[in-house]
């Protein structure tokens, strides 16, 4: 099992570890400062740390040895435009992937507002993906839970790294098969419940909270969208909507098991504005059959009042499939183990959590 924990947080990236049976913060990064992404890259073991810093900017680290030392790098940044034109400015690093076992040094980057960016030389340089930046439907994206539009998943098939899933709040699901030359919009069969009927089942008008792709079957992703949980076997094309999950279908995060495609876990909440857990109870839930049965696992979370949530980055698996970590909003931090049957409070003193890692 991993024990090496990464937590991004409002106030500073913090790693975390196994020490005597206890799980104990050690090393501390930017302190003070909005930590929105953190990436381990296991090709070369190199850590990335994306920032934001307000009216400075959004800013890219990256560190040779775990996090001792950081060297600042070049951030994604749009084209420049003509002088005296408005231009878009990256407001936010969502999400940072690796670009996959057969393209050493290629990063990508999910930006808001909604841009996709590629580093081909471990981050010395960014590119703004131009065909999907230009792609006639973008204008039909729409923001979710921002003003802008955002890219927050992206999903590497592993068998084929040029084969890329990604999602959008809002905006659908898109495709590539070639490296982000060309794309199309997947997503058949996500349902908005937020949309007039004739427009429900239109895939550019869905909102996908989170998408995870199992490493093993990298055809099966799961989707956590607005209103439902929906699950794909061909690799985002098309999904299917699972009616199962109880107590409740609304949430942002959603981790698949490495090896086991038929197993997820979700934390539910209240949906739309109130975003909290289902009767002030945190709970998370996991369905080990593909959707058709949801276990419900509370031991050692919240017995009282709670207001956690736990947002599109902050749950994750380790990659033996057993245990997990979960960060929310109101700065507490668990482990489960045992495939989440058994979870552990690990610190409730935290500042917002954006994303938790094992690595």
Known sequence: MTERLYVATRKGLLEYSMQNGAWVCGRQSFVGDPVTAV?????????????NLGHFGVKMHRSEDGGATWRELPAPAFPAVPDGADGPSVSLIWTLVAGGADRPGWLWAGTL????????????????????????????????????????SICVDPRDSSRLAIGVSSGGVWM??????????????????????????????????????????????WCQHH?????????????????????????????????????????????D????PVDQRLVATVTRDG??????????????????????HALDVDGAGDRLAMGSTTGNLWVGEAGGTRWQQVSGYLPPIHQVLWA
């Open 291 to 312: 959707g058709r049965t949801f276990t419900t696992l509370d031991a050692g979370l919240p017995d009282q009042p709670s207001f956690d949530l736990i947002y599109r």
């Open 39 to 51: 990436l381990r890259d296991g090709r070369d073991g190199s850590l990335y740390a994306a920032l």
């Open 227 to 271: 209103n439902g949980i929906f699950r794909s076997e061909d690799g985002g094309e098309s999904f299917t909507e699972i009616e199962t999950a109880s107590p409740s279908a609304f949430g942002f995060a959603v981790a698949v098991h490495p090896a086991d495609p038929d197993t997820a876990w979700f934390v539910p909440a209240v949906k």
């Open 273 to 276: 504005e109130f975003r909290y």
């Open 113 to 152: 507002p909604g841009g996709l960016f590629v580093s081909r030389d471990r981050g010395e340089s960014w590119a703004l993906n131009e065909p999907l930046w230009n792609h006639p439907r973008r204008g039909e994206w729409n923001g979710g839970g921002y003003d802008d539009p955002g890219i927050h």
């Open 176 to 221: 590539t098969a070639d490296a982000g030359q060309t794309w199309s919009l997947g997503g058949k069969g996500l349902r908005a419940a937020y949309m007039p009927p004739a427009l429900a089942f239109e895939p550019i008008a869905q909102d996908p909270h989170r998408l995870a792709r199992c490493p093993a079957a990298p055809d099966v992703i």
